[in-house]
């Protein structure tokens, strides 16, 4: 049983800065399509439509990003022959649409914060890079954020997938039995807008038609510091992006 | 004072035949309101002739009749017997209205209320006849009329399906014990005079070792019957099964504790012994019966079978502290002798009053749900709010919890086991070590059958098909249940009155005062009185024991166990005080939660199951799954019949059906019943081979039998 | 530790097959050019049954699964078996639309179970003599009976608008003993951080005797989706399902389109598709492994197994472009090219990662208390793991090793070495020791791959011209996944049928659970290591 202890201590502290400092390493991230200015309307237009779920607008002679659309399948990166801007960030946490601002949880909750999952239709992305939270890379304990398997202890509901049919009413349910105050984070693509899957007779396309969200982080999946700042931001400890741009 | 005793015992046998012939006369209803109002009446009586009997300390006799050649049948009512009798009539005043209450309508019509009531008088008037019977005649003629009355008693129902057989055997029981006491009596008299009580007293002092040893055994396992001691006890489950809901607390308030008495009045008080074999012998037997007791008592389902077991089980416990009662006397411990006596006879007490409480809110479940299996009950305390906060009040007082009595005599119990460290001898120390353990363990499971009872039936959700029957009537909590709650708690929290009131009968049986070592004058004893060491009453009074003592009248209000000069008080405590500390602690919380949350809001939402729909009834726990972990770890014990373990399929893996059903022999009908059974029949089988037809061989039989009469007149 | 060959019943060949086949049950046997290497026509539907018991234990083939169509008259019913070491072949049962019902095939092939209640529920046919039809895919607490949503008829875009439930809706119990009862786990799930499930642990209080799963909570009827879509719209589909095992998955997927197509896939694609499909694999495994170490409770070993997987994810990340290598995949090839200097870093990394892994293994056999804990936990037999068509690692730690990349070699595989290991006591132990020994043997083919790289073009475009269906296949790292593509004349999907590895190990799971304690039951389920949202589409 030493074996662990030693080999514990000899690897040494692995754990990621942020949010005191950003993480330096590659890979932590995919990074994400910036709006970007083309020489013509026409050529934004083709950049635009190289997008195969219409994330990219063309706004005039500007390519404009609705990252919550954005499905991250790099049609518009790699070998693309209208490439756009890519930068390799990963706090992308927005208020919803048409939502006029975001109220913070209560100053108690800075530093100890209960966040149930729920799997809503998952594609088991979004739901594996919250569980790389736990792991000691990202170490999210250190942060006061806990996970929680009862929603009556729960104060954050994190919501994946679009929403399939039979997980509405478990999911309704989860809500309602948590405590108030509580928070909605919808994490990913499905969550916010349906992803591929949209919206038919088996899924919602995205909580929003099911409940009030109060915060979403666009990715598919959001890597685990876009997660991890999306749950700083429900606290109050980071600001969210107003919109999401250059 | 002998004269209002002897008077209100005479008013007693009036009123009891009065009630004979009131229940015989009347038809329809009316013989339940005279078990009601007269069993009310007697009993009353029986209280006050046997509280006056207890304080004033005198013995009225009553001669009845002169026998030719037996001697003189009379009856007397010394502190022993006004004990019982006290307890018999703190039990019956509540029994006799329930009898009303629970007869009056789930089951009338059915069977002749008039039977009942002529039952009942004359059983209660054959108890009293036992309990102040002053000789041997009297005591057994009055015990047989018992035993025959209880047959009948158990066997009220008999068109229904249930087994008569349990009524049977327990007649047969009650004939074989009946017969062990009457060949214990036979052996004490030889050397006595006659048969009255104080002559077999002086005659036992004659008796040799042999002779005290037969009495013991034939006396202790013949009263031991009545009283639910294994190995003779396997009737007691059965017949509180089968016997009628208005009856069972009766059998389990008054008649168990005949048995307890008759051990007491035979092997303790006239013909005590003189080793300490005897008191090993009861302890052991004691500490067995309730392990075994409690054992089964969790692992069943159907809540009167259950509450039978438990009776069991609290039958160990008070004889394990007669045994160790006797060990002490015979070695000449006379301080701890009287503890533990004490602590026995106070567990009698208790254990008539919530066992009857207990009984009787089985009765009453059985009455509105119209089930007794705990597995198909669940969710009655929204149903039946009065009848869960006294059940409730029952099964804490069961399970030894404190501020109700149950706590004190389990104490007192353990403690005077503890005391075996006076003795000196190895193996009775080993013994009472292994005693001791053995009922602190069952006082644990006693817990958790409590536990399982109360929360199965009565929180959670419904799980049977039942639904509610009558639920005006029984909705509300009857007089009955709530005097007996109230007596639980009353006995619980003024243990220091009940232990001087108890030291009147332990003090001439055992020579010493519990009284003075277990409840010391704090209120009475002042700084100068010797009675007290100085230094002790003063460690005290910083203590604040005094507390109290120009409200509350008495000795004090704190129980001590004493012990050498080193080390002056071995443990205290004082129930009194902590149900004060406990109000006070629980008003102030109370206060203090309501006032800092009074800004909160409170929302009230359905339970949290995973997100299913609806939590269904079989997704909560049962009682056999609550117990099952006892029957596992316990499976040596228990040895269940696999009776059926089959897996239904179709097309090999799709299973449709894993049946699985247990059968259970108990342990004594393992080990002694039929075992015993099948060498009686064996050996029956074997005469019966004489039965072969051949003539000539009877013929040859006579005259052997003639030659060998011829033999033995010539050799004698 | 044993590494075999899957076998093969000896002196039994496809010849011998046919001639067997056409006399016994009046096939007609046809070359095909959808992926199978034959078709069994069957005329005669009665004869059904028969003939799929021939070939399950007679012939000793793996199910591989049914795949249902709705042509614009009549039914296509493809029974898909494995022949070992040679490929697919195919019973194909045409019946008109009208058709009363079928004989099911599971008392024979147990593992056809469940596909025959999926088709219940979604295309309303009925299977005679089948234990248990509906309330599986479509909740009867939420939907009705008789919706059939996956006919052409049903329009999936409306909202069925049934969000009630059904309030007399009842679990089916087993377990028949008076003081019986269920527990409820799910579907939001009590571990904490898991996928919707929802079981009923069946108990009398000690041992719980049954553990019956309840999946398709995530059920987003993607085969359906996708009908109408092009080639491009679905690959984005099935990338997307099921993300953990994501680039087989498309693998699959574009190998059906390229068959379709009739296009050959360049030299350097076909070596780049082995080492993402191998990467993939070792870091799923390394999931796997971070998931029992959990379940045991053992943190430490979870704590290092989780860096693993990690530092894989980044890996992957620098090496593909995403974390789960989505938008690499596309008919013909891959979209992007990687330079040297990034196989050189991949390189690297997985060497980092198996010396990890390589030490986390022999910390953990040394470790009694966890291997305690896993012997004898969730003990699937050969027998079982064979009557129910288990695939993947957990099926060859009972002892059946079918792996795709040897039955049926795709991709390139033939021309590597590697092994492919197995075990026969097929306990929670087996399974483990099949994960380390897999992910060795992963790294291994990367390396060999990346070290005899050629260049060359990435990809060649596909373009398919004309309708087809075709079968593609591969070996995710749950096990043998299958794709079924139909396109029609403009190149749109007509149909899209999805048989995944999880959706077969999900059908064995509760073979091992049955009689256990309560305590085992997450050691039990991390060591199967299935997903359910793979399962349930």
């Not at chain 2, 009475?524 to 507390?547: I, K, M, V």
């Not at chain 3, 079928?102 to 092939?109: K, L, N």
Request: charged share 20%.
């Amino acid at each position: 049983m030493s074996f662990w202890f030693w080999n514990g201590l000899r690897r040494g502290v692995q754990t990621t800065r942020y949010p005191r400092a950003m993480e330096p390493e590659s890979g932590v991230s995919p990074g994400r399509p910036l709006d970007t200015s083309f020489a013509s309307t026409g050529e934004a237009e083709r950049a635009a439509a190289q997008c195969p779920v219409g994330a990219i607008v063309a706004r005039g002679k500007l390519a404009h990003v609705e990252l919550g659309r954005c499905i991250h399948c790099q049609r518009c990166h790699f070998d693309a022959r209208h490439p756009l801007e890519w930068k390799y960030d990963y706090e992308w946490t927005t208020t919803p649409r048409g939502a006029s601002g975001y109220e913070v949880l209560p100053k108690v909750y800075r530093k100890s914060v209960h966040v149930i999952v729920v799997d809503a239709g998952d594609c088991g992305a979004c739901l594996h890079e919250v569980k790389q939270l736990n792991n000691p890379l990202y170490n999210v304990h250190r942060l006061g954020i806990f996970f929680t398997p009862t929603p009556r202890a729960a104060d954050v509901l994190l919501i994946v997938g679009p929403v399939s049919e039979n997980m509405r009413v478990p999911l309704r349910k989860t809500y309602e039995a948590m405590p108030s105050p509580k928070r909605i984070l919808a994490v990913g693509a499905c969550a916010l807008t349906g992803g591929v899957f949209g919206r038919s007779a088996m899924s919602a396309g995205g909580v929003s038609s099911i409940l009030p969200v109060d915060l979403e982080v666009p990715g598919d999946p959001p890597p685990p510091l876009a997660i991890l700042h999306g749950l700083l931001a429900i606290i109050g400890r980071k600001g969210v992006a107003a919109e999401v741009t250059s | 004072m002998v004269e209002i005793i002897r008077g209100s015992l005479l008013l007693f046998f009036i009123l009891c035949g009065c009630g004979i012939v009131l229940s015989a006369a009347t038809r329809g209803k009316a013989p339940l309101r005279v078990v009601a109002a007269f069993g009310t009446l007697c009993a009353v009586l029986m209280m006050l002739a046997s509280a006056l009997a207890l304080v004033s300390g005198q013995t009225p006799e009553l001669r009845l009749w002169n026998l030719e050649g037996f001697g003189s049948l009379s009856l007397s009512l010394d502190t022993l017997s006004a004990i019982f009798l006290f307890i018999s009539g703190l039990v019956y005043l509540p029994a006799s209205l329930f009898v009303a209450h629970l007869l009056g309508k789930a089951f009338h019509g059915r069977y002749p209320a008039r039977r009942f009531g002529v039952l009942h008088f004359a059983l209660m008037g054959s108890v009293i006849l036992i309990l102040t019977a002053h000789d041997a005649y009297s005591f057994l003629i009055s015990w047989e009329c018992m035993s025959i009355l209880c047959y009948f008693l158990v066997n009220y129902e008999q068109g229904q399906t249930m087994d008569t057989r349990a009524g049977y055997i327990m007649l047969a029981m009650s004939e074989a014990g009946f017969l062990s006491i009457v060949l214990a009596f036979l052996i004490a008299g030889r050397m006595a005079l006659d048969f009255t009580f104080p002559a077999l007293a002086a005659g036992a002092s004659h008796l040799s070792q042999g002779g005290v040893w037969g009495v013991f055994l034939l006396g202790f396992l013949g009263f031991g019957v009545k009283a639910g001691l294994l190995p003779v006890n396997f009737w007691l489950p059965r017949s509180y099964t089968a016997a009628p809901s208005a009856f069972v607390p009766v059998l389990a308030g008054v008649t168990l504790n005949l048995g307890f008495y008759g051990i007491l009045r035979l092997n303790v008080e006239l013909v005590p012994s003189h080793g300490c074999g005897p008191g090993v012998f009861a302890l052991v037997t004691g500490s067995i019966t309730a392990l075994v007791g409690i054992l089964y008592a969790t692992t069943e389902d159907d809540m009167k079978t259950m509450l039978a077991h438990s009776s069991i089980e609290n039958a160990g416990i008070i004889v394990a502290g007669i045994g160790a009662s006797m060990v002490f006397r015979a070695l000449g411990f006379a301080v701890p002798a009287a503890i533990a006596l004490t602590a026995a006879l106070y567990h009698v007490v208790n254990h008539s009053v919530y066992k009857t409480l207990l009984f009787q809110g089985a009765g009453e479940i059985e009455a509105v749900t119209g089930t007794r299996q705990m597995d198909r009950l669940g969710g009655l305390a929204r149903f039946v709010p009065g009848l869960s906060v006294v059940f409730l009040v029952g099964c804490l007082s069961i399970s030894a919890v404190p501020p109700f009595n149950g706590f004190v005599s389990e104490w007192l119990t353990l403690q005077s086991l503890l005391r075996s460290a006076v003795l000196t001898g190895p193996v009775v120390k080993i013994v009472f070590a292994l005693c001791g353990a053995m009922l602190a363990l069952t006082a644990a499971l006693a817990v958790t059958c409590f536990v399982k009872t109360y929360a199965m039936s009565f929180l959670g959700i419904k799980r049977g098909p039942w639904n509610l029957r009558s639920a005006g009537r029984y909705g509300k909590v009857h007089f009955s249940s709530v005097y007996l709650a109230v007596a639980c708690l009353l006995l619980g929290i003024l243990p220091t009155f009940v232990v001087p009131a108890l030291n009147r009968a332990v003090e001439p049986i055992t020579g010493a005062s519990a009284a003075a070592s277990l409840v010391p004058p704090f209120f009475t004893a002042t700084e100068s009185n010797q009675q007290l060491p100085s230094a002790f009453l003063h460690d005290f009074h910083d203590l604040g024991a005094q507390t109290g003592s120009k409200i509350v009248p008495g000795r004090g209000l704190v129980l001590l166990v004493r012990g050498t000069e080193q080390n002056p008080v071995v443990f205290a405590m004082s129930p009194s005080y902590s149900i004060v500390a406990l109000a006070i602690l629980f008003f102030l919380t109370w206060f203090v939660v309501t006032r800092s949350t009074r800004k909160r809001r409170v929302s009230r939402n359905e339970l949290w199951a995973g997100g299913i729909p609806r939590l269904l009834p079989e997704m909560s726990y049962t009682a056999t799954g609550f117990s099952n972990p006892v029957r596992v770890v316990f499976q040596a014990i228990f040895r269940p019949n696999i009776v059926e373990d089959t897996r239904q399929t179709v097309s090999v893996h799709f299973r449709t059906a894993i049946h699985r059903r247990r059968d259970e022999t108990h342990l004594v009908d393992r080990l002694f019943l039929h075992p015993i059974g099948d060498s009686v029949v064996w050996f029956a089988k074997f005469l019966a081979r004489m039965h072969h037809g051949r003539l000539n061989a009877y013929v040859s039989y006579v005259l052997g039998f003639l030659l060998l009469m011829l033999l033995l007149f010539r050799l004698s | 530790m044993s590494v075999a060959r899957s076998g093969v019943p000896e002196g039994f060949d496809l010849d011998r097959l046919i001639s067997d086949v056409q006399e016994r049950f009046h096939c007609a046997v046809s070359i095909a050019d959808n992926g199978a290497i034959g078709s069994l026509n069957l005329e005669e539907l009665p004869l059904l049954p028969a003939l799929c018991r021939y070939l399950f234990w007679e012939a000793g083939y793996g199910f591989g699964g049914l795949i249902v169509e709705e042509r614009f008259d009549h039914w296509e019913l493809r029974y898909a078996f494995l022949v070992p070491s040679r490929g697919w072949i195919e019973v194909l049962v045409k019946l008109p639309l009208e058709v009363a019902s079928i004989p099911s095939i599971s008392a024979d092939v147990h593992g056809a179970d469940w596909h025959e209640r999926e088709a219940e529920d979604l295309f309303g046919l009925q299977f005679e003599k089948h234990p248990r039809l509906g309330d599986f895919v479509l909740h009867d607490q939420f939907w009705g009976e008789g919706l059939a949503p996956f006919r052409k008829a049903f329009d999936m875009t409306q909202g069925h608008g049934n969000g009630q439930h059904n309030a007399d809706w009842r679990p089916l119990l087993v377990v028949r003993d008076p003081g019986a009862f269920a527990m409820p786990v799910g579907p939001v799930y009590e571990g904490g951080i898991g996928e919707s499930v929802h079981f009923m642990l069946e108990t009398v209080g000690e041992d719980v005797l049954r553990a019956v799963p309840r999946l398709f909570f995530n059920f987003r009827g993607v085969e359906k989706i996708a009908e109408g879509r092009d080639v491009d719209q679905t690959l984005l589909l099935a990338e997307r399902f099921a993300a953990k095992s994501s680039f087989a998955h498309s693998l699959a997927f574009c190998s059906a389109v390229e068959r379709i197509c009739g296009a050959a896939v360049p030299r350097r694609a076909k070596q780049l598709r082995i080492v993402l499909s191998e990467l993939e694999r070792l870091r799923h495994h390394a999931g796997t492994i971070t998931g029992i170490c959990e379940s045991t409770a053992l943190s430490v070993s979870a704590a290092h197994a989780a860096i693993i997987e990690e530092r894989l994810l980044r890996a992957s990340c620098r090496f593909g472009g995403h974390r789960y290598l989505f938008g690499l995949n596309t008919p013909g090839g891959l979209h992007r090219d990687v330079t040297d200097p990034e196989c050189h870093d991949l390189l690297e990394a997985v060497d980092q990662a198996t010396e990890t892994l390589k030490r986390l293994e022999d910390g953990l056999l040394f470790t009694s208390s966890f291997l305690d804990r896993l012997e004898e936990a969730g003990v699937v037999d050969e027998e079982s793991a064979r009557d129910l068509n288990l695939v993947g690692p957990v099926g060859r730690a009972s002892g059946r090793g079918h792996d795709l990349r040897r039955e049926c070699p795709y991709g390139g595989y033939e021309q590597y070495p590697f092994e492919v290991p197995r075990e026969k006591q097929g306990d929670g132990y087996a399974r483990l020791r099949i994960l380390f020994e897999e992910a060795c043997q992963s790294a291994g083919l990367i390396r060999h791959v990346i070290s005899s790289m050629e260049h060359g073009p990435i990809c060649e475009p596909c373009r398919p011209k004309r309708p087809g269906a075709a079968l593609g296949w591969a070996e995710a790292p749950i096990g043998a996944t299958l794709h079924w593509l139909r396109l029609d004349e403009a190149g749109l999907v007509e149909r899209y049928r999805v048989v995944t590895a999880s959706f077969n190990n999900w059908m064995g799971f509760h073979t091992a659970v049955e009689d256990f304690a309560f305590q085992d039951f997450p050691i039990i389920l991390a060591t199967f290591g299935l997903s359910a949202t793979e399962c349930d589409r």
